[in-house]
């Protein structure tokens, strides 16, 4: 078996504030590729409905009140001035 020689390694622990920094990058860009595209692929699609009101018998999986989703258009509009569309 051979023997490997293994070198100190240094790495500088994330103080709390960038450690949070970092997770809410992480949370928005998440969002905004699984959540927000993936709906506006949707509706776009018309697989997903945007409708005025909510009623009981809607599903949250493919029905959006519109109120909501001009909500999320603005969400994402934050999170592309931030970070950028890719």
């Known amino acids: 078996m051979k023997k490997i020689k293994l070198t100190p390694m240094e790495s500088k622990l994330r ?3 960038s450690a949070l920094e970092a997770e809410g990058e992480f949370c928005d860009k998440v969002w905004y590729n699984r959540c927000y595209l993936v709906l506006k692929e949707g509706i776009k699609n018309g697989e997903h409905l945007l409708v005025d ?14 109120s909501i ?5 603005k969400s994402a509009k934050r999170v592309e001035k931030e970070y950028g569309k890719k």
């Open 69 to 73: 989703w001009r909500g999320a258009i």
């Open 15 to 17: 103080n709390i504030k």
């Open 53 to 66: 009101n909510w009623k009981p018998e809607y599903s949250t999986q493919d029905v959006t009140k519109k």
